[in-house]
């Protein structure tokens, strides 16, 4: 109230003398905004239009004033023109007045009734209102200038194509053949312009794959924004989160895994007419794979179109696939590029893989820049390199240069640096300064920098091959391929004439690979597989595939995949391998999530498995940051880094849901990059959904809501709509002005980069940067930003969130984080594999966060996984290691006296292995040395090793790059992880020697606890196998409600009493030593087949399973894992010799046992359950279930009669005769 | 069968979070509002082509009162496309419209016309350029000398 009366007040004073009337007054102004500015007119209140209003009437009055001083010179009348004849020309006015000029008028503010409403209005004087319209009108008429600039340009661009000229042409043989390869070289227009034709042409069902899911949806939007929302909704993209999909879109971008999931469920594909596939040329996996499944397709359906699109790079290959489909061939719009080869000197070239790369030879092209161009010349330079450690060493050489000259400002571009850091390539040099860009291959295809004049080429890259018969991933060092030097030279000619250098001969140009090689023959083949076995493609062995993956992958993948249990011994899909297929996920993360749905620890388990299927988001650079590091402890846990994982990622989500939190400022300050939250909490988003649709995990019911909180969310959700919407306006980043200051001293901490951009956004009116997005920069000429990037430069902002450089990618994108991009290198391993950002930062992301989930929700689970128990953590590290057994490591045996930068691990087939600096384990390897300190300390020969601590890791992934290293590793009790997950488990007569997997051998202390262990061990295994069998055969079968929900509940008590008796099982005490084997001790390993078959009369003992002698190894196959009494030693004793008296703690039965019978009696003495559990009636009705089931008929020799008996009645009966 | 009438098209179901509307990008719709009912009233009513450089975009009403502004008015009939530069469904993009001499329709570019009072398309203005006042003598002058250069350029919208 007070307030309003003050502006009356100064209202009176201020406008009431015409001599010191003030536009720039705020109470004015606000009058003003009042009258013209309202709900119904063009330019509302407060909004961004409002303020870029105020801002072009200062740059108005101040033209003007310059102009009224102008004029006073000038004689007052202008000449009167001669009367015109014609009718249209009667009416001119013959004083000319710029307000003729426009062809608007504005109703705002006119008529008695609106100024009524709008009191205020009679204080203003009557001209000043006049003017103030005036204003309005050449506002709005300058925004209709620059819109239809804009327009025109955008027309004018499109027409200047290559691609233009070729339309017509490729709707022809569209119509005459059922494939056409369209090949054209990047920025020839084909991405965008082909769908549109399509569409102008009429098709409407189609269908346009994409390598990268950023440029689904940049393109999606530029083509979109080309047609001029002629086709508005009908352009849409489809992508992992997110979907534009309507029932008006007529063409959608999906990725390729995309539209093979689609293939999946239908594989005819109806729902479209014309599918393009887009940058066959890049070799993606997903892509050679569709190009296989297309082709057997189309016979199928003669109707369907299929457009390629590749650059000019091998396309005799794509037709040739294809019955010799026509070529559509666009010449590139390359400007000519000047070739200089300037091979590295011996002396400067490295002489071995760890020697630093010599800076000398880069240094060199840019002082020859610098000498050759005048600095006003404008032209970036961009240097490819092939790996983090050359890009910091090029970076480190060239600073002091830049510093010095001051006409260079030197950015690095990889993908492991952050986002901002990432996003400074885009930003523009000060006059008289280039920029250069020290780059990966992330700048051949997949980021586009406008502005390159310079090329640099070192001809290396670093590329990512898997080892199928180790299971490992090396990232090594080669030459590039003649293809991708081009690719790199043309970056040079874009804006203009170019120059690339190369740091090799012409001969060795000559000598390079034509191509790189495809990634299907450089992955693991694991997901692959398992999608051809799910849409019954056959025998990959046999898939005509555009060229054959090497046959060793493949065999490699069908062995995984069986010995994951998701194919049988035939190679059909087991009901594991069938959900596997189904979920989008890498095949362990998919065990994992199954495994932890089993034991109620779903929550936790989504979280772990969405974390471990993104990119690490702990900032790498951050490592050495003592502030990080200390801010991070909190978060870390010594029992592995998928916990260290959860623990952030609840913690953010804590932060997050509270509102006074900045929850940006906390993952700065932690060296989190704060958008791989976003992605993790969409993907365990997308999990959840997933488990759901499969019956693993029941639907949350929605929590009955009172109609108060029910309308405070809607309002709440409306406030969020509105502010994205408002985002969506001005979306996009502005391009700043690199600082040189900034830049020499290396990289400026990131609240420097914000309150520069701060202090730039403040004059960016005046700098007149190019501005993306609906921002009116009041510049002359009609607008020359566009307001959407180019779809190249725009693809350069987005981050491709999927990256390519994986092993089998599985269906929709979803890998292992270790596997994409925590790499040491920091390299991208696939031409196209970009990892810059989709959208900009926070705030907004934080908008689309809390639209898309629901806080409560989330936080419940982040909270409820914070006070997770010791048991639950226990239980929630062995749903890890069953789900990444095989792949364990082992402690060197030495490591006990070793640096903590020394510590070396093995794997089955892999020996010196070390921990990935970002793990919990290498800066506390301690953690990992329980086994070795405790039988130190025990003051035993620390050749026993004997402890009860020893601890295995289990990793998500082994990387080779300079060093094997393991990636994401947690730990776990040694011998009972074995016990309870390996694949083949032998032992020697009296048990106390166990060798797991061939590799791995255990010497326990007692053989007693040995055989104890084992026993229980096989029937916990036993029943977990149950359990689980039940639990894929509910989702697999339709059910009825009350029936399900019956069984399900029986099915948790299940669950829970194998839980605890797991957990029992991994706390159990037992002293052992644990040892790595020799390839020599490896080699003669078994006694091998025995031609006496020693005391056949046990077989009966072993219930269910006929023990068998085993062919290969020697002693008795008892399970499919176990094989007893196999292990050849020092000490060959007969099993008979080794019978002691035991009596049974179950049945009181007492007699003397060998380790093997007493295990099998062990194992069918169930009658009395190990612990008389109150209440678990259902347990024992089970196990009497069970041994009835055990019965089998007995022929006693002695009695010569049949018997029906359980093994353990055989046992008593047997007794008797003694 | 999938007939148009049939229902969406593209609604089959994906797995996970792609399902949920709400994540969508292009939707203004607040949730609740039917997103089906907006299309229509911006739909392009045909291609407008200027007769002069030939370029083309579609519009989506002609007259002088644009779709969804209410204090705007025209001082001529317009071909008028909803401006496409902003999400924005206020705002709209005037193409051209037809020269008041020679009633040739004309885009608003400076290279085919210019409004003075009314709209006259560059050849009549050079054809009747004493009846225009010296300020516009002189900017057709100017405007002269790089549209000559500019005309090659014109050539290649014709394309399209
Ligand atoms: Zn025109
Ligand atoms: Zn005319």
Redesign the pocket.
Known sequence: MSSSKRTEGKGYREPKSSRQWDWGCPETRSQLEEIFFGDQDVIRRGSEDCRKFWAFFERLQTFQRSKAGLEAKRPTEAQAPPRPRGTALADLPATYDPRYRINLALLSGKGEPVSELRGSRSQLPHDRLAEFRRAVLHYLDFGQKQAFGKLAKLQRERAALPMARYGRHLLQALQEHQVVVVAGDTGCGKSTQVPQYLLAAGFSHVACTQPRRIACISLAKRVSFESLSQYGSQVGYQIRFESTRSPATKIVFLTEGLLLRQIQREPGLPQYQVLIVDEVHERHLHSDFLLGVLRRLLPARPDLKLILMSATINISLFSSYFGHAPVVQVPGRLFPITVIYQPVPKEEAPTSKSEKLDPRPFLRVLQAIDHKYPPEERGDLLVFLSGMAEISAVLEAFQPYAAHTKRWVVLPLHSALSITDQDKVFDVAPPGVRKCILSTNIAETSVTIDGVRFVLDSGKVKEMSFDPKAKLQRLQEFWISRASAEQRKGRAGRTGPGVCYRLYAESDYDDFAPYPVPEIQRVALDALVLQMKSMGLGDPRNFPFIEPPPAASLETAIVYLRDQGALDASENLTPIGTLLSELPVDVVIGKILILGCLFDLVEPVLTMAAALSVQSPFVRSAQSNLDCGTARKPLESDHGDPFTLLNAFNAWVQVKSDRSANSRKWCRRRGLEEHRMYEIANLRRQFKGLLQDHGLLAEARPAPADSYSRQQQHRQRRELYQLKREHEESEGRKRKVLRLEALEGGSSSDEDAEASRAREGAHAVDIQVGHLAGMWALSPDGGSSSPLPSPCSLGALGRQAMPTGVPAGSPAGVHLQTLSLTDPEGVTWQPGAASLRTFPPSPFQDVKFKLRHDMGQLQAAASSAQDLSRDQLALLKLVLGRGLYPQLATPDQFNGCRKDSDQFFHTQSKQGAVLHPTSVFASNPDLLQGGQTEAREKGRDSKDGLSSRHQLLAFVSLLETNKPYLVSCVRLPALQAVLLFSRSLDTNGDCSRLVADGWLEFRLESSERATQLLSTALRLRARWEEALDRQLARQAQPRSEERAAMALKAERKVAAALGRDLLDFMRSKVSYSTHRLTALEAQNLYVGPQTVPAAPQLSAVFGETAMSPHDTKGGYAVTSFLTYNCLMSDTDLYSDCLRTFWSCPHCSLYMPFTPMERMCHENTCQAAPDQAAPGASDEEAESSRQASALQRTYHCELCQKDLLLTPTEILRHRKQHL | MRGQDQGPLWTESLPGPARAQEGTWQSRSEPGEDMMTSPSEQEPKGMFE??????TAPYSYVGQKPPNTHTVVLLEECHVLKDPFTLDKDKFLIL?SPCSLCNKL??V?Q???LYYSKRFCLPCVHENLSAFPQEIQQEVEKRRAPSKAASKK?DSRTLL
């Not at chain 2, 200027?50 to 370029?55: I, K, R, Y």
């Open positions: 200027c007769q002069l450089c030939g370029l051209g004309v885009c570019g290279e085919c016309s014109s």
